[in-house]
């Protein structure tokens, strides 16, 4: 019989059991911290009816859908959670109460390119705060709150939140008579921090911008000062365009809630560079970077939009959400070796049985678990060295050994494999 070789699709990750223990412990600390918010927890079907799930994609999106029948039903993959989350709202809209604040962990496939650091099938943990008709934009402020407490329990210090009004960039261009470039600039000067300026400007004269236009463009991205100064100076422009206006008002009210909210000046700041590149992003936007390590990227973004379900439902639904990409971040943390994958065992205590009778090691067994202490036992037929080994090789913190002795005298050893020390306890009431 011939052996078919074990390999894995590329762009999908498999972990070793002690990197999966830590990449579960980050992601118990991101949904820990969305709980302490009030979200709630929210799952969807991985697989969709194309027709819904492609509602509203286009372009590249729709070129990287996993998209397949199954009979008569033609079947899609859900590529993020925002879709899928439009698509809940809208059909549970009766029995809702809003604002709806949701939050879901879960795997989204994409069919990019495999390559270093990108995955085909990734974790996102998202949160959103969707409103009926209406929702006021001290939600807008409350989000950076929540990346902040997030980044902090992940043990960061040293990262800052970069806010900006997609209104204030596209009132410019209104002023500007380029308002029907306005989405298409947004994507360029999105990218200034890949591409550098030089290359922005080329990129503006390739769709015919004028080199005016270019300069007042380039002068507003590049507004420099404190957060405060910032704002003075936007607003010292004097740009008469009432969307331009609003969205500086809107921003100016952010930045005031968010230091309501407690985040430190150091981790906050106005970027008039954040453009985030996705269309429906209408108002406030984030991008999250942790400073020393600028390679890895946005490690948070996402922002406001006016109408989540337009494709779904007649009803105004806005809302504002975030986005942590779970899987790569994970893994370009692991490569620059900023987290330490060293806990090879979920086990707190590992019972070895010397004894053919396993009623007394189950018993002690379940009386540690009803205890919440993780306990394993040792149930296959092997020497004792051959255990202890078992123990020192996963670093198991502590061991019992339950031979006839034990089970006569009713009392325990609990040896504490780092330090080597044993204490004494009892098999009718166990303690580490």
């Given at each position: ?321 975030i986005s942590i990409g779970l899987t790569r971040l994970f893994y370009k943390l692991n490569e620059l070796n900023l987290i330490n994958a060293n806990k ?89």
């Amino acid at each position: 019989m011939n052996k078919i070789e074990p390999r894995t699709l590329p762009g999908f990750m498999e972990l070793m059991p002690n990197e999966q223990i830590l990449f579960e412990q980050i992601k118990e600390k991101i949904e820990r911290t969305y709980k302490k918010f009030g979200f709630l927890p929210l799952d969807t079907p991985v697989l969709e009816l194309s027709d819904v799930l492609l509602a509203k994609a286009g372009g590249e999106t729709e070129k990287q859908i996993y998209r397949f029948e199954k009979g008569d039903t033609d079947i899609s993959m859900r590529f993020d959670l925002t879709v899928p989350l439009a698509k809940y709202v809208a059909k549970n809209y009766g029995n809702l109460s809003f604002p709806f604040r949701r939050y879901q962990i879960g795997k989204v496939y994409r069919g990019e390119r495999a390559q270093k650091g990108r995955f085909r099938e990734f974790y996102q943990c998202d949160i959103d705060i969707i409103g009926d008709e209406e929702l006021s934009v001290i939600n807008d402020a409350e989000l950076p709150s929540v990346i902040y407490t997030v980044f902090k329990e992940l043990g960061f210090d040293d990262f800052t939140i970069c806010m900006n009004n997609r209104k204030i960039l596209n009132g410019l261009f209104e002023s500007l008579e380029q308002k029907e470039n306005s989405v298409e600039i947004l994507r360029i000067i999105d990218k200034i921090e890949k591409i550098g300026k030089d290359a922005v400007i080329e990129e503006l004269q390739k769709i015919n911008i004028s080199r005016d236009s270019i300069e007042k463009i380039i002068d507003f991205i590049q507004i420099n000062g404190a957060t405060d100064e910032k704002i003075k100076r936007l607003q010292n422009l004097n740009i008469e365009n009432e969307t331009f206006k609003i969205g500086l008002e809107e921003l100016t009210q952010v930045i005031k809630y968010v230091r309501s909210f407690g985040i430190p000046e150091q981790n906050f700041k106005v970027d008039l560079t954040i453009a985030r590149g996705l269309d429906y992003y209408t108002g406030t936007v984030y991008e999250t970077f942790l400073n020393q390590y600028r390679e890895l990227g946005s490690v948070c973004s996402g922002g406001r939009y006016e109408n989540l379900a337009e494709y779904y439902t007649d009803k105004k639904l806005p809302g504002v959400g975030i986005s942590i990409g779970l899987t790569r971040l994970f893994y370009k943390l692991n490569e620059l070796n900023l987290i330490n994958a060293n806990k090879k065992s979920i086990s707190d205590v590992l019972i070895v049985p010397m004894i053919e009778d396993m009623t007394v090691p189950i018993k002690v067994a379940n009386n540690l678990r009803n205890k919440g202490i993780n306990t394993e036992i040792f149930l296959n037929n092997k020497k004792l060295k051959a255990k202890m080994k078992y123990a020192d090789k996963l670093e198991i913190p502590y061991v019992i050994v339950i031979g006839e002795d034990e089970v006569n005298s009713g009392v325990l050893k609990v040896k504490n494999m780092r330090t080597g020390e044993e204490k004494e306890t009892l098999i009718e009431n166990p303690e580490l």
